[in-house]
């Protein structure tokens, strides 16, 4: 009950924070960890510790031409390979990104950024 309050918490004052603007104007509307990349996958704390892999699913606001946006997961603080997404002309462009689960009781980050390296968002995720 603690750790989910904790992550409501986190997950509330994330969202609270001025949203930054890529140089072709993409922004970041919203995101989420889950155990799968479906719209309804589980997003709670039992069923992400259970999970084989993590997904982070997120929307970005594309009011310009196509882009690309980066994803860099970072796992204890060892940053892996950066991926690079597509985004399309869209209010609520929808993506999602995956990290293998390698253990319980782990650090996981997420950072978003354009193709220039500004950040878009980063979210953190830890697992007891």
């Known amino acids: 009950m603690k750790s989910s309050l904790f ?8 969202l609270l924070a001025p949203a930054a603007v890529c140089a072709d104007g993409v922004t970041f509307v919203r995101g989420a960890f889950a155990a799968g990349s479906e719209r309804d996958a589980a997003t709670d704390e039992p069923s992400l510790r259970a999970a084989r892999r993590i997904f982070y699913n997120f929307e970005l606001n594309n009011p310009g031409a196509p882009t690309t946006v980066n994803v860099r997961w970072t796992y204890d603080g060892r940053a892996l390979p950066p991926q690079s997404l597509d ?3 869209s209010a609520h462009w929808r993506l999602w990104t995956i990290i293998p689960r390698r253990a319980v009781g782990h650090t996981i980050e997420v950072t978003i950024s354009d193709t220039a390296g500004a950040s878009l968002h980063t979210e953190r995720l830890e697992l007891r």
Do not use: I, K, N, Y
């Not at 992550?7 to 004052?13: E, Q, R, W």
């Open 7 to 14: 992550a409501s918490l986190v997950v509330s004052a994330s």
């Open 87 to 89: 985004v399309g002309h």
